[in-house]
């Protein structure tokens, strides 16, 4: 976080904590935690308020812990800057004791010895909590201590595991996912390729494949009806001229050499010259096959 970053604002309660002895005023912030003002610390243990807040905000660990609180101070309610209270025991050991007053020194020293202790016992390979004496009273809770640590160490360690399994399952599960936006990726290239075979395929059979015999009767019966209608009104023989009408029309030597995907247009034709020639006359033209047979 650096120096100009925008902390989040809060409105929370406050109240008083106990830490290691001392009181420090704390402020609730829904749904986040604790937080306690930089400032009360800095007043407590004696440090330069503005040199903590700059290497706090520097700092890649600490500055993820700070937040804005409005917090009582002198009688008026003011913005400062604080820290989730769980940030603050790592902290206190990054602080140089000779950095704190006099009066605060040996209880900063004695606190770090001991976070040192603990995270020896929780990172390294045996337990060590912190030497507390000799009296019974103290050997119990060393030995308390040295329980609660080798519980923490394999509580931590059963948590290090499932992340590393979840880990694992996520890669598995991200590598599984490739393969199937690939496989689909080809599939669907593969249906595309098929589809637009079978699209170019249905072309050439329309361009290349005759009508079928019926097809071809519909056809000559029709240009005969219409042509045998006419004659009877207009005793003008004019079958010839639509036979060659339609073959100059449509492009082809004669009814059966007709590809299919000219039967629609056939049947269009046909309708055409009906109404062009006998165009009052309802039966001027057979019921048409639309369908190819």
């Excluded at 609180?69 to 940030?87: C, D, E, F, L, Y």
């Excluded at 290349?208 to 005969?224: N, R």
């Excluded at 030597?253 to 046909?270: E, F, H, N, Q, T």
């Amino acid at each position: 976080m650096s120096n100009d970053a925008p902390l989040p604002a809060r409105r929370p309660a406050h109240q008083e904590v106990q830490f290691d002895g001392d009181t420090l005023i704390a402020v609730i912030i829904e749904g986040d935690g604790v937080a306690t003002p930089v400032r009360t610390v800095c007043e407590t243990l004696g440090l330069d308020l503005d040199v903590q807040s700059a290497q706090l905000r520097k700092h890649p660990v600490l500055s993820q812990g700070l937040r804005v609180v409005n917090v009582p101070v002198g009688g008026r309610v003011r913005s400062v800057m604080a820290i989730i209270h769980k940030w603050i025991p790592f902290w206190l050991a990054t602080i140089s004791p000779d950095q704190v007053n006099e009066g605060t020194r040996p209880k900063l020293i004695r606190y770090q010895i001991e976070v040192a202790y603990v995270l020896a016992a929780l990172y390294g390979t045996e337990l060590s909590p912190a030497p507390v004496g000799g009296d019974p009273a103290s050997l119990e809770i060393q030995q308390q201590l040295q329980a609660a640590l080798r519980e923490a160490r394999i509580v931590r360690e059963a948590y290090l595991a499932t992340q590393q399994q979840l880990q694992q399952l996520q890669t598995v599960q991200e590598a599984t996912d490739t393969r199937l936006l690939a496989h689909e990726t080809t599939t669907g290239e593969r249906l595309q390729e098929h589809g637009d075979l079978i699209r170019d395929l249905t072309e050439r059979v329309d361009q290349t494949l005759a009508i079928s015999p019926a097809q071809q009767q519909v056809i000559k019966d029709a240009i005969l009806r219409i042509a045998a209608r006419y004659k009877r009104r207009h005793t003008t023989d004019i079958f010839a001229r639509l036979f060659s009408s339609f073959c100059n029309d449509l492009n082809t030597p004669r009814y059966s050499a007709l590809p299919v995907g000219k039967y629609d247009d056939a049947l269009a034709w046909l309708r055409r010259k009906a109404a062009e020639y006998l165009p009052d006359d309802l039966d001027a033209l057979p019921p048409l096959q639309e369908l190819l047979l």
